[in-house]
């Protein structure tokens, strides 16, 4: 029996993420697959768009096999930390891989990238720009680009800022765990407009806010699953 592990927020779980859990088993081969989760609050310090119960009700019915809570000490810090605690998390239920969704899927550049991330050189940078008043992720992207020498918009994506992240925890707490990048696809991770089946996860919540509700336009990005739990939940707050 293979268990592999995916880290994530589903905030709220769309068909990018059934996407994502579809291709980790052709990629995998595994039999079970266990999520990581974030609880009520997300990376940045954010509410979640539903709570922890509810999304976690939504991966399972969208093929996830068991979901495990991400502590928010772990959750709402940088790509560093929710890495590191998701994949200790992984490591102690003895999964035997992690996959995670990359701009190309990768897993060589980003490889590349974590290893120079873990050099002296790059960790100089990194701190030379976080004190300049830049972001993790900017920082980050700026001192591996440099490091590793490679393009500063790639690295620069938050999908490929936290595979680097998932790599250097996974050489520290699990060496023994297996790495698989799949590639992103469909909406970019900050795409604020929901362009077609596949959309950002920032994309559905911005129009949720605005229609209040699930109209076509958000029902399209969503599995049928999860559009049945959201109704629910949607129609219980009125």
């Not at 954010?46 to 959750?75: C, N, Q, T, Y």
């Amino acid at each position: 029996m293979a268990t592999t592990g995916i880290i994530a927020e589903y905030n709220p779980f769309h068909n990018g993420h059934a996407k994502h859990i579809e291709m980790t088993r052709q990629a995998t081969g595994c039999s079970h697959i266990v999520a990581v989760m974030s609880g009520h609050f997300v990376q940045r310090g954010e509410a979640a768009v539903f709570d922890k119960w509810s999304r976690a009700i939504m991966a399972v019915r969208g093929g996830v096999d068991l979901v495990i809570e991400l502590p928010s000490l772990f959750a709402v810090r940088s790509a560093q930390h929710f890495a590191a605690g998701g994949v200790r998390l992984l490591a102690a239920l003895q999964a035997s891989h992690i996959c995670f969704g990359a701009e190309g899927g990768d897993l060589a550049s980003l490889t590349k990238g974590a290893m120079a991330f873990s050099s002296p050189a790059a960790a100089e940078r990194l701190r030379h720009y976080l004190d300049q008043g830049k972001s993790y992720a900017q920082a980050a992207a700026l001192a591996v680009s440099q490091a590793a020498s490679l393009d500063e918009d790639y690295i620069s994506s938050p999908n490929n800022i936290l595979g680097m992240e998932y790599l250097r925890a996974v050489r520290r707490y699990a060496p023994s765990m297996i790495p698989v990048a799949v590639a992103r696809e469909g909406a970019s991770y900050h795409d604020p407009v929901i362009r077609g089946a596949i959309a950002s996860a920032t994309a559905i919540r911005r129009a949720m806010c605005q229609s209040g509700e699930i109209d076509p336009t958000v029902g399209q990005a969503l599995p049928q699953t999860s559009r049945e739990t959201m109704d629910r939940l949607i129609q219980e707050k009125k």
